[in-house]
């Protein structure tokens, strides 16, 4: 168990519906990480919050959005659904910055009918 | 820019075999490597990781060594066991910088 937690663990809906993941970091660490895992892209950065700060940011489409709140868990919102979301979607977290190791949620399944 | 290659799998092998999983990198600066592995309906765990050239990453058997002058992080376990059936993925994390960039990950199968 890595301590940290996301909800749902799994999750269908439909096209051109918005969801809402979340993921609360393991106790001490102030950064959050996104992932998305598909079998046609591999595992992928979507983006990265600090204390509350959006600190990078990888291959997010626009349509999806993430923040960290004051008590350091995340949503990651995704809208306007596609069939090629469906995907697994990771949160990871850290003490801090460079160097780092991450540690990774279990994942949320997400299926788009 | 970053990047990771990783061999292609799936990867077979039978118990107690030597394994050896190929990473190499391209990256600006020193980064830090690592080696994350993500057994069946989980997410990823840390493996080993290296920080700096010369220093060998290891953790339950697995060995890698971060080699510059090859700009390579090779994943090696003596004898594997069935229990080590999973993807693994190389990554690594520029230098002051929290992004990782990960391989495409190489499944491992281990028959008994």
């Known amino acids: 168990d890595s301590g940290v937690t996301q909800t749902p663990k799994h999750l269908i809906t439909a096209t051109g519906q918005r969801v809402t993941l979340r993921c609360s970091p393991r106790s001490g660490d102030l950064s959050v990480y996104w992932y998305q895992q598909s079998l046609d892209q591999g595992l992928q950065f979507l983006i990265q919050y600090y204390n509350g700060e959006e600190r990078a940011k990888g291959n997010i489409l626009e349509r999806f959005s993430a923040q960290q709140f004051p008590d350091l868990h995340s949503e990651l919102n995704l809208s306007s659904l596609e069939l090629g979301d469906s995907a697994l979607y990771f949160c990871a977290s850290s003490v801090q910055g460079a160097g780092s190791e991450q540690y990774f949620g279990p994942g949320t399944r997400l299926t788009v009918t | 820019g970053n990047s990771v290659t990783q061999m292609e799998g799936p990867v077979t092998l039978s118990e107690e075999a030597f394994l050896t999983i190929n990473c190499t990198y391209t990256a600006t600066g020193y980064p830090s490597l690592f080696w994350y592995v993500q057994y069946p309906g989980e997410g990823l765990q840390l493996l080993l990781k290296a920080t700096k050239a010369d220093d060998k990453g290891s953790n339950k058997g697995f060995e890698a060594t971060y080699r510059k002058e090859t700009t390579s992080f090779h994943l090696e376990k003596g004898s594997v066991q069935v229990s080590d059936s999973a993807v693994y993925f190389c990554?690594?994390?520029?230098?002051?910088?929290?992004?990782?960039?990960f391989g495409s990950g190489t499944k491992l199968n281990v028959k008994p």
């Open positions: 990554a690594l994390m520029p230098y002051n910088f929290n992004k990782f960039y």
